[in-house]
Nanobody, 121 residues
């Protein structure tokens, strides 16, 4: 059974930093694309960052230069380092696996339950 478990969400002031983690179990060999999505209240889920099995990355324009996605294949863990956080980064952040770097939510087969990030001004 595949499980994705996010952690690291918190409430921070604008300009602060957070690191999200996603522990993956039930998927072997790391030959799949993983991504972070977020969803703010009343808005659609949007792709934030993706990392493919070869290490190539893709970022939403709104987070380029501030967020960094990485993965530790040995630990089966996905990370999202978020710097210079803004109030508009507030939302539930979801880890997803087995999709494509284009970050289309419908393409991803596995999802975590989410971790809340709140950024206050």
């Amino acid at each position: 059974q595949v499980q994705l478990v996010e952690s690291g969400g918190d409430s921070v002031q604008a300009g602060g930093s957070l690191r999200l983690s996603c522990a993956v179990s039930g998927l072997s060999d790391g030959a799949y694309c993983m991504a972070w999505f977020r969803q703010a209240p009343g808005k659609e889920r949007e792709g934030v960052a993706a990392i493919d099995s070869d290490g190539s990355t893709n970022y939403a324009d709104s987070v380029k230069g501030r967020f960094t996605i990485s993965r530790d294949s040995a630990e089966n863990t996905l990370y999202l380092r978020m710097n210079s956080l803004k109030p508009e980064d507030t939302g539930m952040y979801y880890c997803a696996a087995d999709g494509t770097p284009k970050m289309v939510a419908a393409d991803f087969g596995y999802w975590g339950q989410g971790t809340q990030v709140t950024v206050s001004s």
